[in-house]
């Protein structure tokens, strides 16, 4: 059986029963046990969690920024206690037109206990990260968890792209310098392909 459905539904259509689905109160509404569109999209069933919504085009292609959205970005500077990083994919969409400023506090970086920031992240590097907080146009992210981290580094001494040689640990295959990072487990393969 399918994870996972997606088909376009109609104000009003029927979607399903509540025996079968919990709805969502945004997207459906609910008479005589039967669940309906309340508005136009693309309906998305997850079997599994048993939970069914409508999702318009607007949604999946908002640029505004909200709690929990997964974030892709660079890291522009390092402080003390904090990086700064410009990002331009939310949810795995990319921004050409619009990008958004983002800081990470070294007491949400890891779950584990960052001495140093350079111990995370250096300039340059390649992020996913999790928003956390909105702060006058700035976003407090985080990347504690296995999935959020660096996905691409380049050496800080040649340039040249770093390879993953342990837990949280990176070599440069051409000058052998060592460097250490916060990673994310798919460092370097990143499996999905930016939508533009
Ligand atoms: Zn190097």
Redesign the pocket.
Same mark, same amino acid.
């Given at each position: 059986m399918k994870d996972r459905e997606k088909d376009i539904i109609l104000t009003g259509e029927y979607v399903g029963v509540v025996e079968e689905f919990l709805p969502d109160k945004e997207s459906t509404y609910i008479k005589d046990g039967k669940i309906f569109a309340s508005k136009s999209g693309i309906i998305s069933k997850d079997l599994e969690k048993r939970k069914i919504e409508i999702k318009t085009h607007q949604e999946s292609d908002r640029k505004t920024v909200k709690i929990n959205d997964i974030v892709i970005g660079t890291i522009l500077f390092l402080r003390k206690y904090s990086v700064g990083l410009n990002f331009y994919t939310l949810n795995r969409k990319l921004h050409f037109n619009s990008f958004y400023f983002g800081n990470i506090h070294v007491s949400q970086i890891s779950n584990k206990y960052i001495e140093k920031i350079t111990d995370a992240f250096q300039k340059t590097d390649i992020i996913r990260a999790k928003v956390i907080k909105e702060q006058s146009n700035e976003y407090d992210l985080s990347t504690i968890g296995k999935d959020l981290g660096v996905i691409h580094s380049d =050496?800080s001494? =040649?340039g040249?792209e770093l390879d993953k040689i342990g837990y949280n640990k990176l070599r *440069?295959p051409? *000058?052998g310098?060592i460097e250490n990072r916060k990673l994310a487990n798919d460092y370097r393969q990143v499996s999905y392909t930016l939508r533009y």
């Open positions: =050496c001494i =040649c040249t *440069c051409m *000058c310098n």
